[in-house]
């Protein structure tokens, strides 16, 4: 019968290889979190971006409408046919619209109603509840039905003249109400909202 040669190690040293291995997984580990947070922050700034650098409060605000609109015009040329590039836009649209009801919700609806307009932010705010309504009724209908393309219509004719009266009314009345350090400080408080959902 023979006998299995026995090696002898070292004192401690299989401890040791243990315990290198075990650090090199949480090394790994540890720097494949940095990574990942590195990558969010630079993601949540190039979504931002466009908004930080369109200038005040309220034209970053009118950018953002621009580009809401052209998600509609993307949705409004699909076809029934389209379904899966629907769902893809709708999603686009309702983080798009996400990232904007913080912004305006939780920075600037507030700024007007301190500034004496607190029935036309009530009033705002009241829209974007109808907002919400048409993004859950869009994504309770099935993306190819008939009735699709007319949600869509109403959904943008709405939200056209919610934005309509932020840009031609509401706003300038805010920003004319603000001294420039105030504006200022509302465009840095904006853009801190955004990058939370960006």
Known sequence: ?????????????????????TGAVIGAAAAGIAVGLAANVARKLAVQAPTML???????????????LKIFDALEATTEKNTTKRGFLLMQLKH????????????????MRDAGDAEAADQLTKDHGYVKQ?????????????????KIRAFRADIEKHMRE?????????K???????????TGQMNKEGLKIA
């Not at 798009?96 to 700024?111: F, M, R, S, T, W």
């Not at 932020?166 to 805010?174: C, K």
């Open 1 to 21: 019968m023979a006998t299995a040669a026995k090696t002898k190690t070292k004192p401690g040293t299989a401890s040791k290889a243990g315990e290198y291995a």
């Open 54 to 68: 369109a200038g005040d409060w309220d034209e970053a605000l009118a950018a953002e409408h621009v580009a809401t």
């Open 96 to 111: 798009a619209l996400a990232k904007h009801d913080l912004q305006e919700g939780n920075i600037v609806y507030p700024a």
């Open 134 to 150: 048409y993004l859950y009724d869009l994504s309770e209908m099935p993306n190819n039905s008939p009735g699709f393309p007319e």
């Open 166 to 174: 932020e840009e031609d009314v509401l706003f300038p009345r805010l």
């Open 176 to 186: 004319a109400k603000l001294s420039p350090e105030k504006n200022k400080e509302l």
